[in-house]
């Protein structure tokens, strides 16, 4: 019987909790629950903006999700960086440098392209005024808009899907495609609702997806989705393998 895969989550830690007040760590279960349901053990990244710590976390994790969340702050783009923005950047620089499994959500998918190199649109609404809503919080957990794949792409094989219905909670979205990735998955207006390593990319990790929608919100119901996390799991657990 295998190992289950531990699979590092990138959480907020900018948000005071209950505790004295003091800044907590805030994950949604779903994450959890979607991780765990592929055979996966999820464990949260301490509050640190030690790239030694980073990078430890890292060593010791089969893998790692990038979790969604409040906006990217538009002050990534500056010196000074808040923390959650530093942090974040400082763990996908560490699973590039130690070639990890990487999956990215929401949030996740926008500073992936931004850490890579690409740019954001900071308001969908603004700057794309012909685009559908896609900030649906009222239906959070449901599907709302179709994304078209990529035949062949990495989530077209995963879901076996040539669309797929996913839910739509953001204002924010991907702007240039950062040099490494290519568009695998959009909405009908032209949204990047997908990305994967190109093909002359492809050595750098084992495997990459990054997605604009929330399918932790949807595994439950939809296979589709439950597909996206026991792909990456089975991921995580070929790569430990081979490292062994």
Known sequence: MRTPPVILISPNIEKKGDEFGDLSTSLSETYQQALMGAGAIPLALPATISRELIAECVRRCDGVLLTGGEDVDPRIYADRLPERVLRELLLIDE????????????RGHQILNVALGGTLVADIQTELPKAINHRRMDRRSEVVHEAHLTESSLLARITCRKSLGVNSTHHQGV???????????????????????????????????????????????????????????QACVLHRERKL
Not at 95 to 106: N, S, T, W, Y
Not at 191 to 220: I, N, W
Request: hydrophobic share 50%.
């Open 175 to 233: 702007g240039r495609v950062a040099d490494p990735l290519e568009v695998i998955a959009r909405s009908a207006d032209g949204v990047v609702e997908g990305m994967q390593l190109k093909q002359c990319r492809a050595a750098m990790l084992p495997f990459l997806l990054s997605v604009q929608f929330h399918p932790e919100r949807l595994a439950g119901r939809h296979p589709e989705h439950r597909a996206i996390f026991e792909a990456f799991a």
């Open 95 to 106: 699973v590039f440098r130690q070639r990890k499994p990487l999956l990215a959500i929401c």
